[in-house]
């Protein structure tokens, strides 16, 4: 899926006008595109790319790595998606940019630090991104007695698996005291960050061989507590041709049904000021605003209060699109910016419900001493004492 | 031009993050979103603070290298495309809202502030005031608009947004910083006068004289309610009395009219828009009947539209930049002449048979400006931006278009170098002195957006 393999972009590309609409938030209060706010050159601007892109293309200009770079420099966290006003082109931009790195890679200029993440991916010992030995998840599957084939898959995610563990396991006895019946896999990459770095090579290779794991394990429906697992299953591993009959949720989802359905009931209380963070990828990739709202509104004592910029405006917590490996300081910076907003609501917890932003968002707490508990949901909620009822899902 | 050392000295004034001769920026740097051909630019700048772009003035002097300051870059018009290559100094770091003075009613502000940025920050911090914006998308820039004798919303009650600058802090090629209007003398940036006024060398002169670090513009108050009248009118003849007629009644905060071929149903008329405001429903309704009543007089009608039409209008700033997707091409130039109002039939005329004989759908329109003193009659041509032979046929309309107008008696407005041109044979000869002699005084090394504005 490269800019010269898809005759869409070709034909589509020199659409953008370069208006800026992208760079903006709705009401235009300030810039939420990362990107264009800290490289202030146009060419960081999603109309820039597009303009760079356009010139690829049309070869006006030649690649090098200094090009490849301004593509990279992008957390393809969607705003400009967002506020583009041209009809039936704004949807695709995220996707254009991913293209033209996808072309990047094919070409020989996809940024070092960036390629550590096929690199690890795709070593054997490994599959994952971070570079750990690979857990076929068969321990998990011991101390928490999951069977070998169950309805549901919890697909953990290689982030929860590898660097959240306490998200993980929150998950894991979430779902046991729910009485989910559901298992684990040896579970490979879901390939989200490869994707997002356009190192696409392998990556149908990797949806096989998830899906088959799955379809073994009998599940009918697969669960993840990963807003970039649950994008890439539920919208990229489709546009790469995949087809599985199962249904995909995040635990958000989980927890509101069973909420609604009044078999999940909170026996104590949270009593904190929260703010949520929408993760883009839950966000404005998949358009889930409302749902873990109203989760958090539920738990007894909560008080759950908005940062000014939320929902399709939401800023970016700035680890998304290979940025938090190819740019570690500026992606901890803009999470910085996103506590600094979190601030101004008087929360003292910011929770989201992906592991990436969690870890982002820490990251920035502990080196800016921003003095927030960054907190998960499904870390929230399995501090809580519930009741669960009729749960046969 | 030694670019390395010139490199490393712009480096060492802004900072190695914000000085750039790498290609990708340069690529970008060079062209803009309308019909223009690009031109190479050699180095980008942004620089932080009048300090900055005081040393970067020096820098330039000495070197005699060309600076293209810009804004939004959005003119269309290639005013910031670097005609004679050198330093595109964009200018949008520089983007604090200094004051708002909600007694004198003005707003200062550094060069770099978006129109978007300041009607955000009104609508928080002081929602009884309204700024002057374009109809550009909300990346422009407040002083760029203004600097090039924009127009947009108020321009009907109050005239263009140039007329409405109270004051400039400007830098001159001799990189010293110069203070014009009241803020000269005073610490209030509330007036242009009571002093010889020097502002207006700096307006519609795109950046040939100096570079604007900031600017104090009126701000108005914003009323309660506002509210669309569409009018509809299918002889063009009868449209300067009827809308001499209409400013007549001081009811209306703006004026639009549009003239379009497509889609088909709207081939043939001029739709009249007038805004309107009022503390009530009873003084807009009032106001309703009143524009109902002169249209009928006017041998027009009143038309009325869906709310989801009228919401669209009512947006500020419009998504004017819409017409760069007529075509799913990607751009759009328009020549925007400022004509007098018994000019619109014959305007309308040049339009629609210019575009067709390029094989461009009509696309014509009008802004009022100042109570009926003018009018900003634009027609657009959309292109492909992928096709240089579609560009190119843009390109030759709008020049053209430059010409009928001048011929009739209007005067293209923030035309492009070409349409300049035009301009300055048609202009009194003495004038053309006087704008050469103030233009060497200032700028004797030339170095200030060379190629505009240049007397032969």
């Known amino acids: ?393 | 031009m030694n670019e390395k050392k010139i490199l490393k000295e712009l480096e060492d004034i802004v900072g190695k993050d914000f000085a750039s001769n790498r290609s990708e920026d340069l690529y970008i740097y060079s062209q803009d979103p309308g019909a223009s051909i690009p031109r190479p630019a050699n180095f980008v700048v942004m620089p932080n603070s009048p300090k900055e772009v005081q040393d970067i003035l020096r820098l330039a002097n000495r070197e005699k290298v060309p600076i293209v300051p810009m804004g939004g870059g959005l003119t269309l018009s290639g005013l910031v495309i670097p005609v004679k290559g050198g330093i595109v100094m964009d200018m949008k770091r520089m983007n604090k809202i200094l004051e708002i003075n909600e007694l004198s009613r003005f707003a200062l502000v550094e060069a770099g502030v978006t129109s978007g940025q300041l009607l955000a920050y009104l609508n928080e911090n002081h929602p009884r005031l309204q700024p002057p914006i374009p109809d550009a998308p909300p990346s422009v820039t407040i002083a760029g608009n203004a600097l090039i004798h924009g127009s947009g919303y108020l321009s009907q009650r109050f005239g263009d947004h140039g007329s409405m600058i109270n004051g400039l802090e400007v830098v001159l090629p001799d990189g010293e910083l110069y203070k014009l209007g009241s803020c000269a003398v005073s610490d209030y940036w509330f007036t242009r006068g009571p002093i010889p006024d020097f502002i207006g060398l700096f307006i519609s002169s795109f950046g040939t004289i100096g570079v604007i670090t900031k600017l104090s513009i009126k701000l108005f108050p914003k009323p309660k309610m506002r509210a669309i009248v569409f009018g509809l009118c299918k002889d063009p003849n009868i449209l300067p009395e009827l809308i001499s007629n209409i400013t007549f009644t001081d009811i209306a905060e703006d004026i639009l009219l549009g003239i379009q071929d497509k889609p088909d149903w709207m081939k043939g008329y001029t739709f009249i828009i007038v805004y309107i405001t009022g503390e009530s429903e009873e003084e807009l309704n009032n106001k309703t009947k009143i524009l109902k009543k002169m249209y009928r007089k006017g041998k027009s009608r009143y038309m009325k539209v869906p709310k989801r039409i009228e919401d669209i209008f009512l947006e500020k700033p419009q998504f004017a930049a819409k017409a760069a997707d007529f075509r799913k091409g990607g751009g759009f130039e328009y020549v925007g002449a400022y004509i007098p109002l018994q000019l619109i039939p014959e305007i309308i005329k040049i339009g629609i048979d210019i575009s067709l004989k390029h094989g461009i759908v009509p696309t014509l329109g009008a802004r009022l400006i100042g109570q009926g003193h003018a009018a900003m009659f634009f027609i657009s041509y959309s292109f492909n931006r992928a096709d240089p032979k579609d560009m190119k046929n843009a390109r030759e309309a709008l020049h053209e278009t430059n010409n009928a107008v001048l011929e009739i008696g209007g005067i293209p407005w923030k035309a492009e170098v070409e349409g300049q041109q035009l301009i300055l044979e048609k202009m009194d000869p003495n004038y053309k002195k006087l704008l050469k002699s103030i233009k060497n005084l200032l700028d004797p090394n030339g170095i200030m957006n060379p190629g505009n504005w240049e007397v032969k």
């Not at chain 1, 200009?61 to 301004?70: E, T």
């Not at chain 1, 019946?181 to 149908?204: A, W, Y």
């Not at chain 1, 989980?254 to 909170?266: A, I, M, Q, Y």
């Open chain 1, 1 to 393: 899926m490269t800019l010269k393999s898809e005759q869409d972009w070709k034909d589509i590309v020199h659409r953008c006008f370069r208006c800026g609409y992208c760079k903006f938030t709705y009401d235009y209060s300030d810039f939420n595109c990362p990107s264009y706010k800290k490289f202030r050159f146009e060419t960081y601007s999603t109309g820039g790319r597009l303009w760079l892109i356009y010139g690829l293309i049309s070869d006006e200009i030649s690649w090098s790595q200094d090009v490849a770079n301004v593509l990279y420099a992008c957390s393809t966290c969607g705003n400009c998606s967002e506020n583009c006003r041209f009809d039936k082109f704004n949807d695709l931009l995220v996707d254009i940019i991913e293209a033209a790195r996808a072309e990047a890679v094919e070409k020989g200029f996809c940024p070092e630090k960036q390629k550590a993440l096929i690199e690890r991916t795709e070593n054997p010992e490994m599959y994952n991104p971070y570079g750990e030995q690979n857990s076929d998840n068969e321990n998990l599957k011991k101390e928490y007695n999951l069977p070998d084939k169950a309805e549901w898959v919890y697909y953990i995610g290689c982030t929860s698996n590898y660097r959240q563990k306490n998200l993980r396991d929150a998950t894991l006895r979430f779902l046991k005291k729910a009485n989910i019946d559901f298992t684990l896999i040896d579970e490979h990459c879901c390939c989200s960050p490869v994707m997002r770095t356009g190192q696409i090579n392998s990556v149908k290779d990797f949806i096989s061989y998830n899906i088959a794991q799955i379809n073994h394990a009998g599940a009918s429906k697969v669960i993840t507590s990963c807003a970039g697992c649950y994008r890439t299953l539920k919208k990229d591993w489709l546009k790469y041709g995949a087809d599985y009959a199962f249904q995909i949720y995040h635990t958000v989802e989980l927890l509101n049904e069973l909420l609604d359905e009044g078999k999940l009931k909170f026996q104590s209380e949270y009593n904190k000021t929260v703010t949520y963070h929408d993760p883009c990828h839950l966000g404005r990739h998949m358009g889930i605003y409302e749902v873990p709202r109203e989760v958090y509104k539920q738990i007894p004592g909560i008080k759950l209060v908005e940062m000014k910029r939320n929902r399709e405006n939401a800023w970016c917590c700035g680890a998304g699109g290979g940025v938090k490996i190819g740019y570690l300081e500026w992606s901890v910076e803009v999470s910085k910016e996103r506590l600094e907003e979190a601030k101004k609501t008087g929360a003292s917890v910011i929770s989201s419900v992906c592991p990436f932003c969690r870890t982002n968002l820490s990251d920035a707490n502990d080196k800016f001493d921003m003095n927030f508990e960054v907190i998960d949901l499904i870390e929230i909620i399995d501090k809580l004492d519930f009741e669960i009822t009729d749960t046969r899902h």
